[in-house]
């Protein structure tokens, strides 16, 4: 039987239910349990591919080819393994599906309602993750009490009836705020978002309080006697120094007792030794790098989280502090080379990552010619990788032109261009035009590279082929790849159907173009092999 973890929030948004949630379930994998994990979003987007990078951060991609929540994506990094599809749904998700079987007349003549025809979707889309792992760990999304989230909490009060006592628990998050004016921590608003739960009948069996002051065992018991919960089930999550110490600092306070005794699990020992010796090489690293990111949505960070934590990743496998430089792409386009020379001259290395549309396209372009002209460590991902082609066409091919069809669908020198057919990871054929809808149409998920030996790619991969995730609409113009070769610049990776996926320079230390993300596949563990490569090459060339 499937044992059952359901983790809400209460008080308010971005208390960190996501790391709370991927840290129960860390600490359980490690303890040797099989292990998944859902995110339910209570959005009406059917996903988040098309919503602003502002509104909503980072877009992840699995490797099935999934649009979904950035959570999914901190779930793979802690977890060390790849989630799909079916990890991560919303309310549109379950709408449209029950709205698709009722217009088949699946429904046979009855009246289709919340409950039980959306809750039963809800329950059967949990069931289905639950069905290969000894724990699912769920995290409903939203604060207890919005009115969006209510169908999946009835769905999961049903499946906690449905599966036994001894095979569901509920984990509560919420915010014990201090007051400084009364020097005082509150449980008030706590009380009550756990009286909001019981209302619609959820007794939670553990309090994580996210707090920036440590707990008094006073208080928690005081908490843990006003919500009905057990003495020992109430967590205290203050700020960590970072994400990955969160499930030490809950092993610390042994959570996995009052979680095993209430699913029934016998004792567990979970073995964080490597864990713990990464965690201690991200706080106190011996060396150290700086790296310009260059890049246009950075008033929210969140828009390159896997990119930030892969820099992460990377400088804990090479016992490094990666400090990042955050250059907004946009304000290099009005700097003389001069300026630009005098903005980059402390750094290590430079990385641009994704992007879409062409504003701050210019600034990025001054910032590869930079990097190309003076031999400094690039990485270029996904539109970082189009630019450098761009780049490289105008001021070494001399085509003025050059340009991507995104930003000038008229171009006379698309260099890079949109493919209106190609073979999507399912096999099957996908046409496209310029007027085709945004949802949906891109090359998203997994695909094969073919990597050219003798290359830096290969170097930093050490395999002639992996599998990496895209998100892009256009591709590299393969009719320009003589050209492009001629002048020094080499295609180091291809797709099975001759698609450009690399490129990277003849005479330059480390200047790479990938044009898939190399950082949805990264995990903490298992940093990914480009990005670790591009930091250590950019430490070898520190200034
Ligand atoms: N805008 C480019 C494209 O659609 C690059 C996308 C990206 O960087 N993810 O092809």
Redesign the pocket.
């Known amino acids: 039987m499937s044992k059952y973890i359901f983790v809400t929030g209460g008080v308010l948004s971005s208390l960190g239910k996501g790391v709370t949630s991927a840290s129960i379930a860390t600490l359980l994998q490690h303890s040797g349990l099989r292990v998944s994990m859902v995110k339910i979003d209570p959005y009406i987007n059917v996903d988040p591919g098309t919503m602003s990078p502002f509104e909503h951060g980072e877009v992840f991609v699995t490797e099935d080819g999934a649009e979904t929540d950035l959570d999914i994506g901190n779930y793979e990094r802690f977890l060390n393994k790849n989630l799909n599809k079916k990890n991560n749904f919303t309310t549109g998700q379950i709408y449209l599906s029950v709205i698709e079987k009722e217009r088949r007349g699946d429904y046979l003549g009855k009246t289709v309602q919340i409950i039980p025809h959306i809750t039963d979707e809800i329950k059967r889309r949990i069931k289905d993750v639950a069905k290969d792992v000894d724990v699912v760990v769920v995290e409903l999304g939203g604060t207890v009490g919005d009115i969006e989230g209510l169908p999946f909490l009835e769905a999961v009060r049903q499946i906690k009836h449905e599966v036994g006592k001894n095979n569901a628990m509920f984990v509560h998050v919420t915010l014990i705020p201090y007051i400084k004016a009364a020097g005082e921590l509150k449980t008030k608003p706590t009380q009550h978002s756990v009286q909001e739960l019981r209302r619609i009948g959820i007794t939670p069996h553990m309090i994580v309080a996210r707090t920036e002051k440590p707990l008094p065992k006073a208080l928690k018991e005081k908490l843990a006697d006003s919500c009905d919960i057990d003495r020992d089930s109430v967590i205290e999550a203050v700020d960590a120094p970072t994400i990955y110490q969160v499930p030490l600092n809950f092993l610390n306070q042994d959570i996995l007792k009052p979680i095993a005794r209430q699913l029934d699990l016998g004792e567990l020992y979970p073995d964080m030794s490597e864990w713990n010796f990464l965690v201690k090489k991200i706080i106190s690293p011996q060396k150290e790098v700086k790296i310009a990111f260059v890049g246009k949505y950075l008033k929210l960070k969140e828009s390159y989280k896997s990119l930030i934590e892969a820099l992460i990743h990377s400088g804990a496998h090479l016992d490094m502090k990666v400090n990042i430089d955050w250059v907004d792409s946009e304000s290099l386009e009005k700097m003389s080379d001069e300026e630009i020379k005098e903005r980059f001259s402390e750094v290590s290395g430079i990385l641009v ?5 062409e504003r701050g396209v210019d600034g990025k372009l001054k910032a590869i010619k930079y990097a190309r002209e003076n031999k400094v460590p690039y990485l270029g ?4 990788m ?1 630019l450098a082609v761009i780049e490289f066409a105008r001021n070494i091919l001399g085509l003025k032109y050059a340009n ?1 069809q ?1 930003f000038d669908p008229d171009t006379s020198e698309p260099v ?1 261009y949109l493919i209106d057919e190609f073979i999507d990871a399912s096999g099957q054929k996908q046409i496209r035009t310029h007027t085709s809808p945004l949802g949906g149409t ?1 090359r998203l998920g997994g695909y094969e590279c073919l990597i050219k030996q003798g290359t830096k790619l290969y170097e930093a991969y050490k395999k002639d082929r992996v599998i990496e995730r895209h ?5 590299v113009n393969s009719k320009y790849e003589k050209e492009l070769e001629k002048h020094g610049m080499i295609v180091s990776g291809k797709s099975k159907e001759g698609l450009i996926e690399a490129v990277e320079l003849k005479n330059h230390p480390w200047f790479v173009g990938v044009q898939f ?1 190399p950082e949805f596949s990264n995990k903490l563990k298992n940093p990914n092999r480009v990005i670790m490569s591009f930091v250590e090459n950019a430490y070898k060339c520190k200034k």
Do not use: K, W
């Open positions: 990552p994704g992007g879409f549309g991902i996904c539109l970082g189009q991507s995104e890079v891109m998100r892009h609409r256009y591709e993300h």
